[in-house]
């Protein structure tokens, strides 16, 4: 529905986008979203590179086995860390291809989110997503768990 073809209609569906209780939902859910998209690649990234760690040096440094970690992590996905690190997960049965590829959308949504916030609080049109945000942390916890 657009002003042009429903001005009323549009005046009112603008009018509640613009309710402060809307806008401070907007907001929230961004930085939600924002903080549960940094744990993933947390968990994702470095909880991964972990599992390869050999022990620890004098600082209390984790000592990788960075050739093994190359050789099953990074080489399954060459150019993209994040994307190598999930499919080892799906190997490990950690998640399943599904998760790892929903990610990708989780992904999306919260670059557009974070990039375009102010069209997600103005925009009748723009809905966001709450339920890629539940399945961001159902993967999370599954990520966990393992």
Known sequence: MGFADDPEGYKRALEAKLRPENI?????????L?????RLKLVVLDEV???YSVGCDDSGRSIVNEDAYRRNVLDLAPKNKFRASLLWLVESEAITMAQADRLD???THRHAVTHELIKYIVDPEERLDTDLFVEAVEILKAIKRF
């Open 34 to 38: 924002q903080m549960l998209h940094e």
């Open 24 to 32: 401070r939902f907007a907001l929230m859910f961004a930085g939600l």
């Open 105 to 107: 959308d989780i992904y």
């Open 49 to 51: 590179r972990e599992f």
